[in-house]
């Protein structure tokens, strides 16, 4: 995985606001989240940019939940406004930037880029910053 945040964390404060039947807290979750799908995005590209001298095919992951089933939507067109095309798993995988990474040894929590940066010994640009403790407010 190259496109990776802290999206399982949504789920709960999304569940506490239907719970509260707070439906502007919930449309703001769906922006906040569709904004950190783009942010995540950005960072990832940028230093893969960095990493390799050229653009990458990236991977996405999700952790599927309540919330990423509603705003899954609004993320892929959000991603393909910014010029995204979407493919499968296979397709990005024939990107020469994974061939002769099977040495990289699957670092506990380390993205793609994390694991390469590691092994190339390159410290990355700062994530966007992490919106947890803000999550753990909403609906409260």
């Keep these: 995985m190259t496109v990776s945040f802290e999206d399982w964390a949504w789920n709960e404060p999304y569940a506490r606001c239907v719970a509260a039947d707070d439906a502007e807290a919930i449309v703001r979750l769906k922006q906040m989240f569709v904004e950190e799908a783009l942010a995540r995005l950005a960072w990832s590209e940028a230093e893969a940019l960095r990493l390799f001298g050229r653009p990458i095919k990236q991977v996405l992951v999700l952790h599927f939940g309540a919330l990423e089933a509603l705003v899954l939507d609004d993320v892929l067109r959000a991603y393909e406004r910014t010029g995204v095309t979407l493919i499968g798993l296979d397709a990005a995988m024939r990107d020469p930037a ?3 990474t099977t040495d990289l ?3 506990e929590k ?3 880029l994390g694991q390469v940066a590691d092994a190339k010994r390159v410290v990355l640009a700062p994530a966007p910053p992490s919106r947890l403790a803000e999550l753990a407010r909403v609906c409260r």
Excluded: D, K, N
């Design 98 to 100: 994974y061939r002769g």
């Design 105 to 107: 040894g699957g670092r």
């Design 110 to 112: 380390r993205t793609f």
